[in-house]
């Protein structure tokens, strides 16, 4: 129900905001204006060459007439006459042509650079996010924040607001004229106003619900395509084809009889207000025939409000339908500055200290933590590592391996305790230069849409060609490289399509050295590779831990053998540390883990 629409239909709090984004661009929204006053106007005068031909040339008439600019230059005689108005009308229309292309263009223009602005406000600020936000809001609905939203807003820029403004100005430079040439004529085209009026409400009301029906059942029917084509491989291993189409039949027929309903209300709407509209001229015809008849009114007079009749209910046509856009934009507008308004909860301190230099220990104090209210991840964990030392954390699925890297990369702060870097407190830091020193591998690697080269750089730009091709090398990737037919800018697709997983994860190993940190974090990093790969990574650990603090997660404990310390996370709590050998000797946690995973192999003993 995310994108139903929420709050008023107008909120001034809001159009405030998304007017700041015009800001910039507020001569050319002047220029626009004055083109929508001009073509307001240009609208008005071409029943009035109309009467003037008429009364003028082909049905002359005395009296009381309304006198154009013009006037004096047209000639008396009737064709020269009816040659000047027709040379007039044609320059009317060429210029209400212009004033329309010129309106439409610059505010389509203004509309794309203030949505411009808008999206790279977004993405900024979704970068500065903290991942408790991202583990609490589906990628699909930010993504549409992104894209879908903003294209509503700038519908409403570029068509909307224009369109408004232009159909109430019409309608106001319209009823003007129309009360100079005859008020009696004027209250005829009045009265079936209401009528026009009452049908635009319950047209408005209609397909309020229609299309807040069509944007909840879209929704879904992105977020089901999303879930599936991304499980595709789940849902062919379990010959699930057809109930995933039956499913997705189900949520497309919604979308389909929710649109069905807004094109019946489009259907009979039109047609009404045209239905009423030809009453309205009907009227005018027997009741201006009436007065033509005593002499109070002139053919010309009457022919004119024919045309103004046409260009009176139009403009309110229009404005039914920009309802819809309004209303839109007001629920897409509050969306998108719902999410500008969310505050990160990691930021940088007013005064950061900067990074402790060399060598630093990590310190783990008293540390518990929590992802929601008191269901402790962490309890009571303390341990400090040394400069330069190498521990490996290890544990059931769930013991709290991971929470320690986030804790310590301040991704998530602690509730109780600290966590300390140099003996400096991670929460007095600026985050990006706290992170800027740890390289870390994931289990599971996660390569952008490029090149190779592109995913081992990420932008860094003073890691050179010798930087990279080192990396690479002492990840044991060059080989792999030196096979591709485009070597390091061998193209990347999507999540690294086409690239095995261990492939993929030496390339996160050659990121890691390319950058050169002082810390390191393997969070699984073996877990999801052949042996053969695990051989290679292994050649590659042994190079990325030297001269670096390093800390391992893992659940091969072959992995982590050589480690200078071990520590045994079991439901959050710190239950063991020391050397393998001593591990072993406790016959403890570590050594029931051990046994596990070596159960067809002799465990050495305390005594051995």
């Not at 010129?102 to 993405?123: E, N, P, V």
């Not at 402790?356 to 220990?361: H, I, Q, S, Y």
């Not at 040394?386 to 544990?395: N, R, S």
């Amino acid at each position: 129900m995310e994108e139903a629409v929420r709050g008023k239909i107008y909120d001034i709090r809001l159009t405030r905001r998304l007017l700041a984004y015009m800001g910039p661009y507020w001569p050319v929204a002047a220029v626009v204006l004055l083109l929508i006053l001009a073509n307001s106007a240009l609208q008005v005068v071409g029943p009035l060459l109309t009467k003037a031909a008429v009364d003028r040339y082909l049905v002359p008439v005395g009296g009381r007439q309304v006198h154009l600019p013009w006037d004096e230059h047209l000639s008396a005689n009737p064709a020269t006459g009816l040659a000047q108005l027709a040379g007039i009308y044609f320059l009317v229309i060429l210029a209400g042509l212009l004033c329309q292309y010129g309106q439409q263009y610059l505010m389509q223009w203004t509309g794309q650079k203030a949505m411009f602005s808008l999206r790279r406000d977004l993405m900024s600020h979704l970068q500065r996010l903290d991942l408790r936000f991202f583990d609490r809001n589906p990628v699909g609905r930010l993504v549409t924040r992104v894209t879908t939203d903003v294209d509503t807003l700038n519908e409403l820029f570029s068509a909307g607001i224009v369109t408004i403004v232009a159909d109430v100005l019409l309608l106001a430079f319209v009823t003007v004229a129309m009360l100079e040439l005859s008020v009696e004529l004027t209250f005829v085209l009045l009265l079936a106003a209401p009528l026009v009026i009452g049908a635009t409400a319950l047209f408005r009301r209609t397909v309020s619900r229609c299309y807040r029906a069509i944007r909840v059942a879209i929704a879904k029917i992105n977020a089901f395509i999303q879930e599936h084509v991304t499980g595709i491989a789940v849902v062919q291993l379990f010959n699930r084809e057809e109930r995933s189409k039956a499913e997705f039949e189900r949520v497309n027929r919604e979308y389909m009889e929710a649109y069905k309903r807004a094109i019946v209300a489009h259907g009979w709407f039109y047609p009404v207000v045209e239905f009423i509209g030809m009453l309205a001229v009907a009227g005018l015809l027997g009741y201006g025939g009436f007065l033509i008849d005593r002499g109070g009114l002139t053919l010309g007079v009457l022919l004119a409000f024919f045309q103004y009749g046409m260009r009176f209910f139009r403009p309110i046509q229009d404005l039914s339908e920009k309802f819809d856009i309004l209303q839109s934009a007001t629920a897409a507008a509050e969306r998108i500055f719902d999410l500008l308004d969310t505050k990160p909860t990691i930021t940088a301190p007013a005064r950061p200290k900067p990074f402790p230099p060399w060598p630093a220990d990590v310190e783990f104090d008293h540390v518990w933590f929590a992802y929601e209210d008191e269901d402790w991840v962490l309890r009571d964990v303390t341990f400090r590592l040394k400069a330069g030392e190498t521990a490996a954390v290890v544990g059931h699925t769930g013991a709290g391996k991971t929470t320690l890297i986030n804790l310590l990369l301040r991704f998530y702060d602690v509730q109780r305790g600290a966590v300390r870097i140099g003996g400096v407190d991670v929460r007095e830091m600026d985050p990006s230069e706290l992170r800027r020193h740890f390289g870390v591998v994931l289990q599971d690697p996660h390569l952008f849409t490029g090149t190779i080269e592109g995913n081992i750089r990420l932008g860094t730009v003073w890691i050179d060609e010798e930087r990279l091709v080192a990396a690479a090398e002492q990840a044991n990737l060059l080989d792999y490289i030196h096979s591709l037919p485009e070597g390091f800018r061998h193209p990347v697709r999507e999540r690294g399509a086409g690239i095995s997983t261990g492939q993929k994860q030496l390339i996160s190993f050659a990121r890691a050295l390319a950058h050169d940190p002082r810390f390191l974090i393997l969070d699984e990093a073996t877990s999801s590779v052949d042996t053969e790969t695990e051989l290679k990574v292994r050649e590659a650990l042994a190079r990325l831990v030297e001269g670096r603090t390093s800390i391992i997660i893992a659940h091969r404990l072959s992995t982590i053998q050589r480690a200078d310390r071990i520590l045994v996370m079991h439901h959050g709590v710190l239950r063991e540390q020391g050397t393998h050998a001593e591990l072993l000797a406790r016959r403890g946690i570590y050594w029931r883990l051990y046994r596990l995973q070596f159960k067809d192999q002799e465990v050495p003993t305390p005594g051995s």
